[in-house]
């Protein structure tokens, strides 16, 4: 790759030179050399034209790998593009991004993230010749941020990196909703002007890479998922989140200062051979700049344990049983007393090497997690778990693939981190406790097996060993660095003739040279201050996300509360759930406080005894980094006072708000009775209205009628009227007044036989009463189809719940039978999977019967118990004699005439004063009352529930008196 580079650049070079006639601009965009990355045989669609000079067709498609050098003036500066990839990829920026014309219109920039997927997708269409490795990037969709491991092309974002610095492209950072940094690029006009002066050798395959169908590729986020689109209906799933296993074979491994015993770890040197029989995932050839010898490597993070947690842990791995460890799941056993349960594959299989019961636990782990087919890893962890926090994960490289581990390649061991990362996680995950996972999990966001980690790589050797500063500065061994500890940040040469390497990076170190492994204390040591940086910086993010979610709550409070009806339910959960993340940061920040705190350093003197040991030292600086750490502590304890009295603060404004809301409702209930009443008022005054004009009405008939039946001389003119008439009437007649006396005397029997006629109409309608008993007794269910058999059914449903079959049957009695006068309706609802009835709705209509509700429920339960429906032993027969219960309140009447009338309603909502003994309940009386007896468990169980609705005309809570009555 860079032997393609060079020799790309000296072609340009050549071209410049042979440039074409400043007046002749189709000449200077003509090929000057056809240039092939990899030696190329000469490509279709390119014809050499009078002059001699190689031209490329616009239509027709170069081979792979093939590109055209352009001129000098063409890219404006040649050195600006490294290789004819970086050419594609700026191009690439081009598509997606425009700068601003002019201040109305909008700049047009594009994210880097998705376009780093264009590009994995490019590399494996052949489009780019760039290597990938799995990186685990934090990604934010819609508010929410989640960590997902993604093949990041380190070659991409280096080449993003040079073109800001030539002024090629402008970098932006935006902040997302749950504050993470986002970064996009634009293209600049210096940047426009390069692409325009491309020839289509270099551009036309990414062009029809880009324009599918004449649509642009997008790109987009859903759930774990990227998709790659057009506008025109094109879909395609990517496999960038698809990480590459290798095969391997790997040994525990943990340095000497974290151990406390001599019981010796697995070695796996002997089964190196076996990595070897194994399959890659690897789709993409990848190219080899450095190679480390002899690597192992530790990943260390941060956990919140203290002593307690560490004996508890001791006790779940069996450190003090006689057999030590054994296999571990996080599976939650649900039935601890049943002989057999099941588990998923890929349990842990943990030794216990030593241990101190509050200080520390050294184990080593197999890991039988399953893999694809053709995979084959050996793997084996070394664990050390304090009670400080610290966890490292340890192991040594014996074999990837077909190299053993004398010769490993990075972009094997990039792969190789992304399975300890996430088996490590899982390991961790079965045997932390419950409230440990607890704690985790709300720091993450449920991202906790993504959660980021420290690597420490030690090695031998790394070939090329050069000089320090080549590492930093070399773009081939930056990029393949960058995959394995991130950007680096500081590197130098140390020990005999400097042939020890440090590199500090942003994710990780690495020490390489014949005295590595004495600088493993140091290592270890700037691996858990590492840890605990990363941990607080979740922490800042963390806060900053739950202020946020604390200012929607504001906005819901004080702007969109009315908007939305449950919007004062969502506050409530919003502030629950933010209470209870607080709580759960506050003891994470003390633990890790006391952890930094505690962190003894040592000295100076302390330190190995090698050449440049104080550039070392200095460069890693752990004294500051600790007095960081604490300072950042203090200001995280701050933060988090303040949201939590801002927790307090909104939660009292909640509550205001909620008074408020629920003086509004009881204001519009007050309203709404208000009117409900004024229009009782106008249907009582309508209904006294309809009943004089009914009276009239009668009355008018009734003088028709007796006209008509006696004649009084008004049989017709021509007719005489009867005997009878003229020997009955005629004499009464002749007598003044007698006559009309008669007639408005049977007038007014004819309009109180009316008048009592509609009262009974209304009374029976009135009468009607439902008695609602909760049973759960056993019945026969032979008995029960029988019964229901004889009756009349009205309707019957049923549904399966869980372990019960639930049938709801309505049914009325037959009319010949004493329950069937009373207008006896059953709704009957029982499990037919167990045999037991559950409730009884009765309703019946107590003017017709007569009967009170306890009299026709002690009928209803001897008639199951006669039918055989249920047994007499469980029917609660003692429940019928008593009488029940019934709350009296006292109230006055408005009459007519403007006068008071007391009264108290009883049993059955008739007025009793005699029955007034006490005044407890004054609650207005209401169509449905609680009827309840101290037999009410007999019934059925002990919470009875026995409600009786009723509805009489003579009630208060009749809507024609309903005007009337006023509690007093």
């Given at each position: 790759?860079p032997k393609?580079n060079?020799?790309?650049?000296?072609?340009?070079?050549?071209?410049?030179?042979?440039?074409?006639?400043?007046?002749?601009?189709?000449?200077?965009?003509?090929?000057?050399?056809?240039?092939?990355?990899?030696?190329?045989d000469?490509?279709?669609?390119v014809?050499?034209?009078?002059?001699?000079?190689l031209?490329?067709?616009?239509?027709?498609?170069?081979?792979?790998?093939?590109?055209?050098a352009?001129?000098?003036?063409?890219?404006?500066?040649?050195?600006d593009?490294?290789?004819?990839d970086?050419?594609?990829?700026?191009?690439?920026?081009?598509c997606?991004?425009?700068?601003?014309?002019?201040?109305?219109?909008?700049?047009?920039?594009?994210r880097?993230?998705?376009l780093l997927?264009?590009?994995y997708?490019?590399?494996?269409?052949?489009?780019?010749?760039?290597?990938?490795?799995?990186?685990?990037?934090?990604?934010?969709?819609?508010?929410?941020?989640m960590?997902?491991?993604?093949?990041?092309?380190?070659?991409?974002?280096?080449?993003?990196?040079?073109?800001?610095?030539a002024?090629?492209?402008?970098?932006?950072?935006?902040?997302?909703?749950?504050?993470?940094?986002?970064?996009?690029l634009?293209?600049?006009?210096?940047?426009?002007?390069?692409?325009?002066?491309?020839?289509?050798?270099?551009?036309?395959?990414?062009?029809?890479?880009?324009?599918?169908?004449?649509?642009?590729?997008?790109?987009?986020?859903?759930?774990?998922?990227?998709y790659?689109?057009?506008?025109?209906?094109?879909q395609?799933?990517?496999?960038?989140?698809d990480?590459?296993?290798?095969?391997?074979?790997?040994?525990?491994?943990?340095?000497?200062?974290?151990?406390?015993?001599?019981?010796?770890?697995?070695d796996?040197?002997?089964?190196?051979?076996?990595?070897?029989?194994?399959?890659?995932?690897?789709?993409?050839e990848?190219?080899?700049?450095?190679?480390?010898?002899?690597?192992?490597v530790?990943?260390?993070?941060?956990?919140?344990?203290?002593?307690?947690?560490?004996?508890?842990?001791?006790?779940?791995?069996g450190?003090?049983?006689?057999?030590?460890?054994?296999?571990?799941?996080?599976?939650?056993d649900r039935?601890?007393t049943d002989?057999?349960?099941?588990?998923?594959?890929?349990?842990?299989?943990?030794r216990?090497?030593?241990?101190?019961?509050?200080?520390?636990?050294?184990?080593?782990?197999?890991?039988?997690?399953?893999?694809?087919?053709?995979?084959?890893?050996?793997?084996?962890?070394?664990?050390?778990?304090?009670?400080?926090?610290?966890?490292?994960?340890?192991?040594?490289?014996?074999?990837?693939e077909?190299?053993m581990?004398?010769?490993?390649?990075?972009?094997?061991?990039?792969?190789?981190l992304?399975?300890?990362?996430?088996?490590?996680?899982?390991?961790?995950?079965d045997?932390?406790?419950?409230?440990?996972?607890?704690?985790?999990?709300?720091?993450?966001?449920?991202?906790?097996?993504?959660?980021?980690?420290?690597?420490?790589?030690?090695?031998?050797?790394?070939?090329?060993?050069?000089?320090?500063?080549?590492?930093?500065?070399?773009?081939?061994?930056?990029?393949?660095?960058?995959?394995?500890?991130?950007?680096?940040?500081?590197?130098?040469?140390?020990?005999?003739?400097?042939?020890?390497?440090l590199?500090?990076?942003k994710?990780?170190?690495?020490?390489?040279?014949?005295?590595?492994?004495?600088l493993?204390?140091?290592a270890?040591?700037?691996?858990?201050?590492?840890?605990?940086?990363t941990?607080?910086?979740?922490?800042?993010?963390?806060l900053?996300?739950?202020?946020?979610?604390?200012?929607?709550?504001?906005?819901?409070?004080?702007?969109?509360?009315?908007?939305?009806?449950?919007?004062?339910g969502?506050?409530?959960l919003?502030?629950?759930?933010?209470?209870?993340?607080?709580?759960?940061?506050?003891?994470?920040?003390?633990a890790?406080?006391?952890?930094?705190?505690?962190?003894v350093?040592?000295?100076?003197?302390?330190?190995?005894?090698?050449?440049?040991?104080e550039?070392v030292?200095?460069a890693?600086?752990?004294?500051?980094?600790q007095?960081?750490?604490?300072?950042?502590?203090?200001?995280?304890?701050?933060?988090m006072?303040?949201?939590?009295?801002?927790?307090?603060t909104?939660?009292?404004?909640?509550?205001?708000?909620?008074r408020?809301?629920m003086?509004?409702?009881?204001?519009?209930?007050?309203?709404?009775?208000?009117?409900?009443?004024?229009?009782?008022?106008?249907?009582?005054?309508?209904?006294?209205?309809?009943?004089?004009?009914?009276?009239?009405?009668?009355?008018?008939?009734?003088?028709?009628?007796i006209?008509?039946?006696?004649?009084?001389?008004?049989?017709g003119?021509?007719?005489?009227?009867?005997?009878?008439?003229?020997e009955?009437?005629?004499p009464?007649?002749?007598?003044?007044?007698?006559?009309?006396?008669?007639?408005?005397?049977?007038?007014?029997?004819?309009?109180?036989?009316?008048?009592?006629?509609?009262?009974?109409?209304?009374?029976?309608?009135?009468g009607?009463?439902?008695i609602?008993r909760?049973?759960?007794?056993?019945y026969?269910?032979?008995?029960?189809?029988?019964?229901?058999?004889?009756?009349?059914?009205?309707?019957?449903?049923?549904?399966?719940?869980?372990?019960?079959?639930?049938?709801?049957?309505?049914?009325?009695?037959?009319?010949?039978?004493?329950?069937?006068?009373a207008?006896?309706?059953?709704?009957?609802?029982?499990?037919?999977?167990?045999?037991?009835?559950?409730?009884?709705?009765?309703q019946?209509?107590?003017?017709?019967?007569?009967?009170?509700?306890?009299e026709?429920?002690?009928?209803?339960?001897?008639?199951?118990?006669?039918?055989?429906?249920?047994?007499?032993?469980?029917?609660?027969?003692?429940l019928?004699?008593?009488?029940?219960?019934?709350r009296?309140?006292?109230?006055?009447?408005?009459?007519?005439?403007?006068?008071?009338?007391?009264?108290t309603?009883?049993?059955?909502?008739?007025?009793?004063?005699?029955?007034?003994?006490s005044?407890?309940?004054?609650?207005?009386p209401?169509?449905?009352?609680?009827?309840?007896?101290?037999?009410?468990?007999?019934l059925?169980?002990?919470?009875?529930?026995?409600?009786?609705?009723?509805?009489?005309?003579?009630?208060?809570?009749?809507?024609?008196?309903?005007?009337?009555?006023?509690?007093?």
């Amino acid at each position: 790759m860079p032997k393609a580079n060079e020799a790309f650049k000296e072609k340009l070079k050549a071209a410049a030179k042979a440039k074409a006639p400043a007046d002749d601009r189709s000449a200077r965009r003509r090929v000057s050399r056809q240039t092939s990355v990899r030696d190329l045989d000469e490509p279709s669609g390119v014809n050499a034209d009078s002059t001699g000079v190689l031209s490329v067709a616009l239509n027709s498609k170069p081979a792979a790998g093939v590109v055209q050098a352009v001129e000098s003036e063409q890219l404006d500066l040649p050195t600006d593009l490294a290789s004819p990839d970086e050419a594609r990829l700026l191009f690439m920026i081009y598509c997606y991004s425009k700068p601003a014309q002019g201040p109305e219109e909008k700049e047009l920039c594009c994210r880097m993230l998705p376009l780093l997927v264009l590009v994995y997708e490019a590399i494996l269409e052949k489009v780019l010749d760039f290597d990938y490795a799995p990186v685990c990037k934090l990604v934010s969709n819609n508010g929410l941020s989640m960590r997902m491991w993604m093949n990041i092309c380190q070659d991409a974002v280096s080449s993003f990196d040079r073109f800001v610095l030539a002024g090629l492209v402008s970098r932006m950072s935006l902040l997302t909703e749950d504050q993470q940094v986002v970064h996009a690029l634009q293209i600049t006009p210096k940047g426009v002007s390069v692409c325009e002066a491309m020839t289509p050798a270099v551009t036309l395959q990414l062009r029809e890479f880009l324009y599918h169908g004449r649509k642009l590729l997008q790109i987009a986020l859903e759930g774990y998922t990227w998709y790659v689109f057009t506008e025109d209906g094109f879909q395609k799933e990517s496999s960038v989140t698809d990480t590459e296993d290798v095969s391997y074979v790997s040994s525990p491994y943990l340095p000497n200062c974290l151990r406390m015993g001599t019981t010796p770890m697995l070695d796996n040197a002997k089964r190196a051979h076996e990595s070897a029989s194994g399959e890659t995932a690897i789709q993409d050839e990848l190219s080899e700049a450095l190679y480390l010898m002899n690597v192992h490597v530790l990943v260390a993070e941060y956990v919140p344990v203290g002593e307690n947690q560490m004996i508890g842990m001791n006790e779940r791995l069996g450190s003090l049983d006689r057999c030590k460890g054994g296999m571990f799941t996080a599976t939650v056993d649900r039935s601890p007393t049943d002989t057999q349960f099941n588990v998923a594959t890929g349990l842990t299989n943990v030794r216990v090497l030593d241990f101190e019961n509050i200080r520390c636990v050294n184990v080593e782990a197999e890991i039988n997690y399953p893999e694809d087919d053709g995979i084959v890893q050996v793997e084996y962890f070394g664990i050390h778990i304090s009670s400080a926090g610290s966890v490292f994960y340890g192991l040594r490289v014996d074999a990837v693939e077909d190299r053993m581990g004398d010769r490993t390649s990075l972009d094997h061991l990039s792969r190789v981190l992304v399975d300890i990362h996430q088996d490590s996680s899982r390991i961790l995950h079965d045997v932390l406790s419950d409230f440990q996972r607890q704690m985790l999990d709300i720091l993450h966001r449920g991202e906790t097996a993504n959660r980021p980690k420290f690597n420490i790589v030690i090695a031998d050797e790394i070939v090329p060993f050069e000089d320090a500063q080549s590492y930093v500065q070399k773009s081939e061994f930056a990029n393949e660095l960058r995959q394995v500890i991130g950007d680096t940040q500081l590197a130098l040469c140390f020990g005999p003739a400097n042939k020890n390497l440090l590199l500090v990076a942003k994710d990780g170190i690495l020490i390489c040279g014949p005295q590595a492994k004495i600088l493993e204390q140091i290592a270890v040591l700037h691996g858990a201050l590492q840890s605990r940086s990363t941990f607080l910086g979740q922490l800042f993010v963390r806060l900053f996300i739950l202020d946020s979610r604390l200012k929607s709550v504001r906005r819901l409070i004080y702007r969109d509360l009315k908007k939305d009806p449950e919007n004062p339910g969502k506050i409530r959960l919003i502030l629950n759930a933010a209470s209870r993340d607080i709580n759960f940061i506050q003891q994470m920040l003390e633990a890790v406080t006391v952890s930094v705190r505690s962190t003894v350093l040592p000295s100076r003197g302390d330190a190995p005894d090698i050449q440049g040991i104080e550039k070392v030292l200095e460069a890693l600086d752990s004294d500051m980094v600790q007095r960081s750490l604490i300072l950042r502590c203090k200001d995280l304890s701050k933060l988090m006072h303040g949201l939590s009295s801002t927790i307090l603060t909104l939660t009292g404004a909640s509550d205001i708000v909620n008074r408020t809301q629920m003086d509004q409702v009881v204001t519009g209930i007050h309203d709404n009775f208000s009117r409900l009443v004024d229009a009782s008022k106008n249907e009582e005054r309508s209904s006294r209205s309809l009943q004089v004009i009914e009276v009239v009405v009668a009355g008018s008939l009734c003088f028709f009628l007796i006209d008509r039946i006696f004649g009084c001389g008004d049989f017709g003119p021509n007719i005489d009227p009867p005997t009878w008439v003229i020997e009955t009437a005629y004499p009464i007649v002749k007598i003044p007044a007698v006559w009309f006396l008669l007639n408005l005397a049977a007038t007014a029997v004819f309009c109180l036989l009316l008048i009592r006629f509609s009262d009974h109409l209304k009374n029976s309608a009135n009468g009607v009463c439902m008695i609602r008993r909760t049973l759960n007794i056993k019945y026969n269910s032979k008995a029960l189809r029988q019964e229901i058999g004889r009756k009349i059914v009205v309707s019957s449903t049923s549904f399966k719940q869980s372990s019960r079959v639930i049938h709801t049957v309505m049914y009325e009695e037959p009319t010949f039978s004493e329950l069937g006068r009373a207008g006896v309706q059953t709704e009957l609802i029982y499990d037919s999977a167990h045999e037991f009835l559950l409730k009884a709705n009765i309703q019946y209509n107590q003017t017709m019967s007569g009967l009170n509700d306890q009299e026709l429920f002690k009928k209803w339960v001897q008639r199951m118990v006669e039918s055989g429906v249920v047994d007499s032993k469980d029917a609660p027969m003692r429940l019928q004699a008593e009488k029940p219960r019934v709350r009296l309140t006292r109230y006055h009447k408005t009459t007519t005439d403007g006068s008071n009338e007391e009264s108290t309603v009883g049993k059955h909502g008739q007025d009793d004063d005699k029955a007034v003994k006490s005044e407890k309940d004054d609650k207005p009386p209401s169509l449905s009352k609680n009827v309840t007896g101290d037999s009410g468990a007999s019934l059925l169980s002990d919470d009875t529930d026995s409600t009786r609705d009723h509805v009489f005309g003579d009630s208060p809570s009749s809507p024609s008196n309903m005007g009337a009555w006023h509690r007093k």
